[in-house]
């Protein structure tokens, strides 16, 4: 089945830098790739996603990138703020998980003023 | 904006007794998903919930969880005889046909 790695476990970095978290899957099927940020005591939000058919996505601050023939992909954050502390999950879907997501480990970012 | 809504956001259990852990979905999606998370771990699959029947389920999702939508809105899960293990957060997830899960705020769970 499908195998999510992430890293880095953790990441801290001064208000106003970039923030790159990184995760590589297994399955060359998955065709689906969100990101989710989780905040203390709440449920994963979808921050953004990115699927097979793209390379890169971007939403104001946050960026994704997808290397196919590498099998990984990227989250970008630009001009962090404080409130960008939180918990990143990286999540990968094949379709013959029936929409089932597989999520890496987690990456603790933390953004001090 | 739509959202996944749970309930209880905490229950605490003896072990052994069974627990009912509930969802409203967001409406008109048509998948369903329980997700757990136990403290410090990642998000982890247990099943999926479509047309009324299961999809597809997780080694996790044994003969001690069942889940049911009993009415048009609501989504559940059920524990039979929790153990110690069953402690963590368990999310519900919602899907309209598209890519994108949409997840609740999860219940955490703690069995004593």
């Known amino acids: 089945g499908e195998n999510v790695e992430q890293h880095p476990s953790t990441l801290s970095v001064q208000e106003g830098d970039s923030a790159v978290i990184k995760c590589t899957y297994s399955?060359?099927?998955?065709?689906?790739f969100p990101w989710y940020k989780q905040e203390l005591g709440k449920g994963p939000q979808l921050i953004i996603d990115?699927?097979?058919?793209?390379g890169e996505k971007k939403d104001q601050r946050i960026a994704v990138t997808l290397n196919k023939t590498a099998k990984h992909f990227s989250l970008h954050i630009t001009e962090t703020q404080p409130e960008d502390s939180a918990v990143y999950f990286c999540?990968?879907?094949?379709?013959?998980?029936?929409?089932?997501?597989?999520f890496g480990t987690g990456t603790r970012l933390l953004v001090s003023p | 904006e739509p959202e996944v809504t749970q309930t209880p956001s905490h229950q605490v259990t003896q072990m052994g007794q069974e627990v009912i852990l509930r969802c409203v979905p967001i409406?008109?999606?048509?998948?369903f998903y329980w997700y757990r998370q136990i403290l410090g771990q990642k998000v982890e699959f247990l099943v999926s919930?479509?047309?009324?029947?299961?999809?597809?389920k997780s080694e996790i999702f044994d003969d001690q969880f069942s889940v049911e939508r009993p009415d048009g809105s609501n989504f559940t899960l059920k524990i039979r005889s929790t153990k110690l293990e069953d402690s963590a957060m368990y999310f519900c997830?919602?899907?309209?046909?598209?890519?994108?899960?949409?997840f609740g705020p999860g219940t955490r769970l703690t069995v004593t």
């Open positions: 990115i699927r097979s058919n793209v």
């Open positions: 999540a990968a879907f094949t379709p013959s998980g029936f929409q089932k997501l597989v």
């Open positions: 399955d060359s099927a998955s065709n689906y």
């Open positions: 919930f479509y047309n009324n029947e299961i999809s597809e």
């Open positions: 997830a919602s899907n309209g046909g598209g890519y994108e899960q949409y």
């Open positions: 409406s008109n999606h048509l998948y």
